[in-house]
Antibody
Framework: EVQLLESGGGLVQPGGSLRLSCAAS????????MSWVRQAPGKGLECVSS????????YYADSVRGRFTISRDNSKNTLYLQMNSLRAEDTALYHC??????????????WGQGTLVTVSS | DIQMTQSPSSLSASVGDKVTITCRAS??????LAWFQQKPGKAPKSLIY???SLQSGIPSKFSGSGSGTDFTLTISSLQPEDFATYYC?????????FGQGTKVEIK
């Protein structure tokens, strides 16, 4: 059974940093691209970052490029999102999502429940 | 970015009803379209990919159709567990983008 368990969310002041983690199990982690998708209160879903199975290729939404860094440790089956220079508009529930294959142009097939990030003074 | 527009934004239906949700892309996306279900406090659940292919374990009461810019999700006979919010998503080009969601409520 595929499981994705996010952690690391919390309350942080504007300009602060957080590191999110997603522990994956039930599949060969290194074979699949992974993404972080956020859901702001009362707003829609936004894919903020993706990473290839090897970790060699990454994608960032314009809204987070230069502030967020996605990475993965295939030996630990864990996905990360380092978030720096946080803004109020980054407040959201952050989901880890598994892609159905190794490339960018494939659908998501599994999602985690999410970890809540609140940016406020 | 490709804009995805769902309609309606919400609907009320009764158990046993047939429900259809529409998703329109701002430009052609071939069949690179997925549908998700989300219940409050739960992880999104993938239902359909490639516009009409059911994910593993998803019952056949869910079906999808369309290609290019216009797509539909149909639930053939609504059951209590189907009351949720449904999202479409395109993965034809970066960034992947989502519809705003359709909330299916009990009449």
């Amino acid at each position: 059974e595929v499981q994705l368990l996010e952690s690391g969310g919390g309350l942080v002041q504007p300009g602060g940093s957080l590191r999110l983690s997603c522990a994956a199990s039930g599949f060969t982690f290194s074979s699949y691209a992974m993404s972080w998708v956020r859901q702001a209160p009362g707003k829609g879903l936004e894919c903020v970052s993706s990473i290839s199975g090897s970790g060699g290729s990454t994608y960032y939404a314009d809204s987070v490029r230069g502030r967020f860094t996605i990475s993965r440790d295939n030996s630990k089956n864990t996905l990360y999102l380092q978030m720096n220079s946080l803004r109020a508009e980054d407040t959201a529930l952050y989901h880890c999502a598994k892609k159905q294959g190794s490339g960018w142009y494939v659908p998501f097939d599994y999602w985690g429940q999410g970890t809540l990030v609140t940016v406020s003074s | 970015d490709i804009q995805m527009t769902q309609s309606p934004s919400s609907l009320s239906a009764s158990v046993g009803d047939k429900v259809t949700i529409t998703c329109r892309a701002s430009q052609g996306i071939s069949n690179y379209l997925a549908w998700f279900q989300q219940k409050p406090g739960k992880a999104p659940k993938s239902l359909i990919y490639a516009a009409s292919s059911l994910q593993s374990g998803i019952p056949s009461k869910f079906s999808g159709s369309g290609s290019g810019t216009d797509f539909t999700l149909t639930i053939s006979s609504l059951q209590p567990e189907d009351f949720a919010t449904y999202y479409c998503q395109q993965y034809n080009s970066l960034p992947p983008t989502f519809g705003q969601g359709t909330k299916v409520e009990i009449k």
